[in-house]
């Protein structure tokens, strides 16, 4: 019996050679839902009707989460998963994770949607424990997945171009194509440049506690510029029966002004930040005895940051930073029995950090780290009733001057699926997982207030889901809700100290997370070739800091947590017999109220803010060849607000997108 993620590879090569029309298939099987924890997934025509430029934004539309968003097309855009950090969230790109050893921040407003095919989110973990070592060992994974060739039976290319235009001075030109090789071998490029003056308008307004206002100003937002060029390059090769391997090539270059705070009415203008950051990877995938099977994936990065600072009410600082990494990955899984799986794992990954004058020098004097990930993982299927995993993780980190003691740490997960009616696809799931997270190079050395002596964070996960799903020809319907308890010691936080390049950190202690998670998605094929979709997200989340008694602090929500916050999407579309579709798509957003320090004060106070977003889009297809249009009106009511306090971001703008596909 061939293994899962083998079928799947299996269904990706088959839709290198599909047609756009296919006869109707009726399906009467159930499927057997393969994930202990359901992942929430965005992917296809859903992801692109939503109101989102950049992964950041789609990623908007998901439970548990928070986004810091800095404000434009450029600003700095980082998640976190139920509040236990960034840098407990880990991002893949095509299965293999996306590092930055410097300070942990994955800024995922420079990853475009133009040549995303799906994006994932796992709270805990990928149920499937064929995966890499290091996978275990995250509190939450963010899967991006580019693009796969599309090339339409009895062709050898496929062509797609679009152009991007809106408010802000927005410019955003894309092309790709898609190539068949030989048989079972192709390759798709694709192309993007990003250009915004990012000069948009927004009101600045603050009350004093006494209710005074103390300033209330309109003005115009600057130093928000942007200019990206990203370009990548995807091989792959399948097997058909046996396996496969695919390799990626990715380049990003930027050069953006980074806005600063707006403190006391005073703007900070004169920051500036060039990236550089190019990195291959590639994946090889056989099976043996169609019970046994290996994985291997390979990576090297070299990330480039120049950061200069012209302010002169600001330290002056010119600095560059040059990363580089190389990361191994060797993966097996045995299917004992069909009901039992058993993998092993281990993943090898060596970090260097130069900076300043040593980046333009052939020298050894920078900083290194080593890091070792072995895993150990069991999957265990009892008919269609229960479902369990277990998973052991020991994380190996060695790198200089560091005062911390290198000791393995051992981290382990358990999770559970409980289907007690089979013929109704109603689940009960549950996990509990360690997870272990080493402090950066800019934690230990580089920031404002960096300690060698800083404490490793350990996440304790605790979780319960109920999920249903039900479908007919009529209407699809999943819905699910969770509760979870999070225990962190020793956390780091991070927060701006005025210059948004540079943080604040320190040890919290310990922080206490208790929240409920619960999304919805219904979809319903009414008459006359109307859909009717919707989506509602809804998460309530208190983190609190419980480090000590005597602190003015204690028990008060931690920086940047909203209480509630919560999603909505609505779509309408509409198909017409000869293929031409037309869609309306309206999405509300709302993040509750939040403090910006430890001290929960109403100096600290940071108000809600919501946002209406509506898009219109056609398609046509005339021959061989498929139009593309629609606009976009974010903030549909101008609101003024602020993600992170003293960075306002943009009121009501407007996007316009053409596409055309061969």
Known sequence: MAHMALAVEQAELDSLYRDFHIEEVEVTARALAKDIIVPQTLK??????????????????????QIKDYGGVGGIKTINVRSMGSQHTAVYYNGVQIGNAQNGQVDLGRYSLDNMEEIQLYKGQKSDIFQSAREFGAAGNVYLTTRKPYIKTGERAHVRAKMRFGSFGLANPNVGVDVKLAEGLSINLDAEYVYANGKYPFRYRRVLPSGETAYDTTAVRQNGDINAVRTEMGLHYYYRTTGFWRMHVYNYYSERGVPGAIVNNVWRNGE????????????????????????VLFKYANDYTHYKNYDERLLPSDNEYLQQEIYLSLANKVQIFNWWDVSLAYDYQYNTLKRDEWVSQLTDQCFYRHTHWLSAATALNIKEYLRAQASVLMTHITNDKSQITNKPKVTPGVFLSFRPYPAIDLSLNAFY????????FNDLYYTDLGNASLRPELARQHSVELAYRKASNKYDLSFSASYYYNRVTDKIIAYPKGQQFRWTMLNLGTVKINGVDAKADMSFYLPLRFVLRTRLNYTYNTAIDVTNQNDTYYGHQIPYIPWHSGS???????????????????????????YSQQENIIYNYVQPWYTHDLTLFGEWKIQRYGLKANIEINNLLGQDYEVIQNYPMPKQNVRCTLAFTY
């Open 272 to 295: 500036r930040l060039w990236d550089r950051n190019t990195f291959v990877q590639g994946i090889w995938q056989e099976e043996w005895f169609d019970r046994w099977s290996t994985r």
């Open 44 to 65: 296809g025509a859903e992801l692109e009707r939503l109101n989102a430029l950049s992964v950041a934004d789609a990623l908007r539309y998901f439970s548990g989460i």
């Open 568 to 594: 909505f999407v609505f779509g309408l579309d509409y198909s017409s017999k000869r293929g031409d579709h037309y869609g309306l798509s309206y999405s509300f957003i709302y993040v509750g109220e939040r």
């Open 433 to 440: 997982k360690q997870s272990y997270r080493y402090p950066t």
